[in-house]
């Protein structure tokens, strides 16, 4: 049972990270070429003009790592991809779950290849101890 697990937390631990996605690219000023608006806007970036719609991901890592500016806005497009890729395979019903599974993770691998090569060597540790703690975390919620 536990190999099941395994097996299954990184796809969780990716679905859980980008859960958070929509509210980054609704925060974007220069929304990606294949979005649409439509698709952009979420309820917490309408519900009221004064409020700044939340970047639960792009903060957390931006202070737990202290992220130059230009890092976030290097790592800030590939989040928004990887949300893209997910929900894409999410909505395809032509996969089956395994199938979906073995996506997500590439995903979840090669994004995390990307963000580290922006990373400095001490925050690529530091990113590597918040991804544990988010797959601890996940388990805790998931039980």
Same mark, same amino acid.
Do not use: W, Y
């Given at each position: 049972?536990?190999?099941?697990?395994?097996?299954?937390?990184?796809? /969780?631990?990716?679905?859980?990270?980008?859960?958070?996605?929509?509210?980054?690219?609704?925060?974007?000023?220069?929304? !990606? !070429?294949?979005?649409?608006?439509?698709?952009?806007?979420?309820?917490?970036?309408?519900?009221?003009?004064?409020?700044?719609?939340?970047?639960? /991901?792009?903060?957390?890592?931006?202070?737990?790592?202290?992220?130059?500016?230009?890092?976030?806005?290097?790592?800030?497009?590939?989040?928004?991809?990887?949300?893209?890729?997910?929900?894409?395979?999410?909505?395809?019903?032509? /996969?089956?779950?395994q199938q979906k599974k073995e996506q997500l993770k590439e995903i979840g691998q090669t994004t995390d290849g990307q963000i580290k090569a922006i990373l400095t060597p001490d925050q690529q540790t530091?990113?590597?101890?918040?991804?544990?703690?988010?797959?601890?975390?996940?388990?805790?919620?998931?039980?």
């Amino acid at each position: 049972m536990k190999t099941k697990t395994c097996a299954v937390l990184p796809a /969780l631990v990716c679905g859980a990270i980008l859960a958070f996605l929509p509210t980054i690219r609704a925060q974007d000023p220069t929304p !990606a !070429a294949t979005a649409t608006p439509a698709a952009t806007v979420t309820p917490a970036a309408t519900a009221t003009p004064d409020a700044k719609p939340k970047t639960p /991901l792009i903060d957390k890592l931006t202070t737990d790592l202290n992220l130059t500016p230009d890092q976030q806005a290097k790592i800030k497009p590939i989040l928004m991809d990887r949300h893209t890729k997910v929900k894409a395979i999410r909505d395809d019903a032509s /996969l089956s779950k395994q199938q979906k599974k073995e996506q997500l993770k590439e995903i979840g691998q090669t994004t995390d290849g990307q963000i580290k090569a922006i990373l400095t060597p001490d925050q690529q540790t530091k990113f590597d101890m918040i991804k544990g703690e988010m797959k601890a975390n996940h388990g805790k919620h998931g039980q």
